[in-house]
């Protein structure tokens, strides 16, 4: 069992950044793929980020790209997202969630095998 509880949300305007924490215990040495999704109301939850534990590889979705940075804190098992630039349109529930996937670049939410209880992030002036 992998354990992973998210922090950071908020609310900031348009431009502003926010960094996304998500602590992890547990077994976290069983899933090879971290990473972040995010969920609007009335949209289906998609891949925002993800980092390969094994091969370092990083993965983003196009909609961030050069703006969010995903990354991980190996001694206290902590995986962060760096969110700069913030758009309206990025607000949403970010999840944290963790999962054994062979390195696919950036995985579908159902590939993944442990999830966090979210956090929010609103973007409104």
């Known amino acids: 069992q992998v354990q992973l509880v998210e922090s950071g949300g908020g609310s900031v305007q348009p431009g502003g950044s926010l960094r996304l924490s998500c602590a992890a215990s547990?077994?976290?040495?069983?899933?090879?793929?971290m990473g972040w999704f995010r969920q609007a109301p009335g949209k289906e939850r998609e891949g925002v980020a993800a980092l390969y534990t094994t091969s370092g590889r990083t993965y983003y979705a196009d909609s961030v790209k050069g703006r969010f940075t995903i990354s991980r804190d190996n001694a206290t098992n902590t995986l962060y997202l760096q969110m700069n630039s913030l758009k309206p349109e990025d607000t949403a529930m970010y999840f944290c969630?963790?999962?054994?996937?062979?390195?696919?670049?950036?995985?579908?939410?159902?590939?993944?095998?442990?999830w966090g209880n979210g956090t929010l992030v609103t973007i409104s002036s």
């Open positions: 969630a963790a999962g054994g996937n062979s390195d696919v670049g950036l995985p579908h939410y159902y590939g993944m095998d442990y």
């Open positions: 547990g077994y976290t040495y069983i899933s090879n793929c």
